[in-house]
C-alpha cells in the first residue's frame, strides 16, 4: 500500500474540536487492517537498523502506534500521559497550546541514561507536545534517536521547534 492510498483512508471531519479546525480523523485508517500494518511498517522500517531501546508514545494515539511499533523493533514502550494518568513517582512539563497550557508526565524511571528513544504520535501539527515530551526524555538523560509521525501539517511548521532532532513523517499535508 502506498502513501497514496494510506492518505485516502483517513477522514477529513470539519470544525472539530473547535470551529475552524479540519480535523483528520485516523479511525477510519485504524479500521483497514492492511493500511494500518503498513504504517507501522512503514514507521518502524524507517529505524530498523538503529538501536531503539525504548519507544515512547504519547497520550493518547501515540499509544496505538508507539507500542506496535516497539513490538515490531523489539523494544520496551513508555507512555507520556497527561498529568495524574501515571500512578508513582513523574516528572513533568508545561508547554504552550494555540489556545492555553497543558502539561505532560513520564515515570521518573521510564528512561535511563543513555538509552536511545523513538518517540512516536500519530500527528505534527504545531510542534509543542513533542517538543515537552523531548525535553522529558532529556532530563531523564535519554538520547532521542528519532521522532516518528504518521501525519505531519507542514503548514503548521511544527518540525521547526524539532529542528535538533531527525523527525521521520509519513503523510504530509503541505
Known amino acids: 500500500m502506498d502513501v497514496a492510498e494510506l492518505r485516502s483512508k483517513i477522514r477529513d471531519i470539519k470544525d472539530f474540536p473547535t470551529e475552524g479546525i479540519l480535523f483528520k480523523d485516523i479511525t477510519t ?7 494500518f500494518r503498513t504504517v507501522v511498517e512503514l514507521l518502524a ?3 530498523g537498523q538503529e ?3 525504548v519507544v515512547v508514545g504519547i497520550e493518547s494515539r501515540g499509544f496505538i502506534f508507539g507500542g506496535a511499533v516497539a513490538h515490531q523493533l523489539g523494544a520496551g514502550f ?3 500521559r497527561k498529568l ?5 513517582k513523574t516528572i513533568e512539563v508545561e508547554y504552550e497550546l494555540e489556545y492555553g497550557r497543558d502539561a505532560l508526565a ?4 521510564a528512561v ?10 500519530d500527528l505534527l501539527a504545531t510542534g509543542g507536545t513533542m517538543a515537552a515530551t523531548l525535553r522529558l526524555i532529556e532530563q531523564l538523560g535519554g538520547q532521542v534517536a528519532g521522532v516518528a509521525f504518521m501525519i505531519e501539517l507542514a ?3 511544527g518540525r521547526d521547534k524539532l529542528k535538533h532532532h531527525p523527525v521521520h513523517s509519513i503523510i504530509v499535508y503541505e
Open 29 to 35: 485508517l485504524l479500521k483497514d487492517a492492511p493500511a
Open 45 to 47: 522500517s524507517r529505524y
Open 51 to 53: 538501536r531503539v531501546d
Open 78 to 80: 513508555v507512555p507520556v
Open 84 to 88: 495524574g494518568k501515571l500512578p508513582g
Open 106 to 109: 513520564i515515570h521518573e524511571d
Open 112 to 121: 535511563q541514561p543513555g538509552q536511545r528513544v523513538l518517540v512516536v504520535d
Open 155 to 157: 503548514f503548521l511548521k
